[in-house]
């Protein structure tokens, strides 16, 4: 399998200009990383995925995954702008050709920025289909009212991503449908009709609320056919979930380099704590768990890169990936002791950051039951 090794090179060199430091100040000030993410755009980095045609270039999901997981492995978080990296998929695929057209060569270029995804609603979470944000059509326009919450980056994003209710819930056969996705351009939309509030979090991750009071959105931005959108989401999920898992899988190396490294050179009582049976073996078993996950994650991309829709495998490996680099956080922090628990060491700010991963952007309890429903045949459970 591809490794992509010159392009890992080159994310290491990059990464190099950010330093713990860097990140350390913007949380400290909740601040976007528009430093960083600007070098990865100028790089072309976040346009690796879109085909060359569209000014990208035109690299396969191995490639993404190996750009999320080396940036992670070197102390930072791709958090800022991954998004666009499994968003614009649902363009590329869905999309018309004149939404291709338009969007996709700006986004490669960085003159417009997607990364937001208007998804989770507060009253519906993992629930997607009951989601309550709709999107009446009039004329040649759809007004929408409604409420999303946890959309990152919605601030520093041009165009958001934003599934809706096109036909009412009562009025549809199965729950499934009547769903819709708009591509929305926000720099068209004033304060009144969108308007958005920053949600102050443990990871800085500019998470926010959004509201929709009567936003007339053109029929244009119609992403493929009106009420086939939970479809369209779910086929952007499998990247996403390969995606994330990446991520997770770079978290986990960051760890146990920085816990072995520390382990080494840690000395008290006279020697190495490394020297410590009790320091080694949850290390040792952390780097076991993260190389059987990224195997895992290694046959998703395989599978993805063939063309197919890898639900089961893309599911295991985000779920085994994040539980891997939770496992390494779990050992690094220990192996630290107190001095993890401070801010220049840069272990807790990974340790919150890969935490996350075990609820977004799904749960480890949503993959547990899709894997007993649709793998193994057991009843329903939601």
């Keep these: 399998m591809e490794r992509y090794d010159e392009i890992r090179e080159s994310v290491r060199k990059l990464c190099a200009d950010f330093p713990g430091e860097y990140w350390r100040k913007l949380e400290h000030n909740q601040d976007y990383p528009s430093e960083f993410v600007n070098k990865l755009t100028q790089s072309g980095y976040l346009g690796a995925l879109i085909p060359e045609e569209f000014g990208g270039s035109g690299l396969p999901i191995g490639a993404g995954a190996a750009i999320l997981e080396e940036i992670h492995a070197q102390g930072c978080n791709a958090a800022a702008c991954h998004a666009q990296m499994y968003t614009m998929g649902t363009v590329l695929r869905y999309g018309s050709e004149e939404q291709k057209a338009q969007y996709l060569p700006q986004i490669a270029s960085g003159a417009l920025r997607l990364q937001a995804f208007g998804v989770t609603e507060p009253t519906s979470g993992t629930d997607t289909t009951a989601l309550r944000t709709t999107a009446v059509r009039e004329g040649d326009h759809y007004i929408v009212n409604g409420q999303k919450i946890w959309t990152s980056r919605a601030r520093q994003s041009d165009l958001m991503l934003l599934l809706c209710r096109t036909t009412p819930l009562d009025k549809v056969t199965k729950k499934t449908d009547g769903l819709s996705v708009l591509l929305v351009d926000m720099r068209k939309a004033n304060t009144e009709e969108l308007s958005i509030r920053p949600i102050r979090a443990m990871v800085n991750h500019s998470?926010?609320?959004?509201?929709?009071?009567?936003?007339k959105v053109p029929t244009s931005a119609l992403v493929g056919e009106e009420g086939k959108g939970f479809k369209y989401i779910l086929s952007g999920m499998n990247a996403e979930r390969i995606l994330i898992a990446a991520e997770c899988i770079g978290d986990a190396k960051w760890f146990i380099e920085k816990?072995?490294?520390?382990?080494?050179?840690?000395?008290?009582?006279?020697?190495?704590?490394?020297?410590?049976?009790?320091?080694?073996?949850?290390?040792?078993?952390?780097?076991?768990?993260?190389?059987?996950?990224?195997?895992?994650?290694?046959?998703?991309?395989?599978?993805?890169?063939?063309?197919?829709?890898?639900?089961?495998?893309?599911?295991?490996?985000?779920m085994l990936c994040a539980d891997a680099s939770w496992a390494a956080a779990e050992a690094c922090l220990q192996t630290h002791g107190g001095f993890g628990f401070a801010e220049e060491y840069d272990v807790e700010r990974k340790f919150r950051e890969t935490r996350l991963y075990q609820v977004a952007p799904i749960s480890t309890n949503l993959i547990l039951s899709y894997i007993a429903e649709h793998v193994l045949g057991m009843p329903r459970s939601y």
């Design 259 to 318: 816990s072995s490294q520390y382990a080494k050179e840690r000395v008290v009582f006279g020697r190495p704590i490394g020297q410590n049976q009790g320091i080694q073996f949850p290390i040792a078993r952390a780097y076991a768990q993260m190389r059987a996950a990224e195997l895992m994650l290694q046959e998703s991309i395989r599978l993805y890169d063939a063309g197919q829709n890898p639900g089961e495998e893309a599911n295991l490996a985000k």
């Design 207 to 215: 998470s926010n609320e959004v509201f929709f009071d009567n936003l």
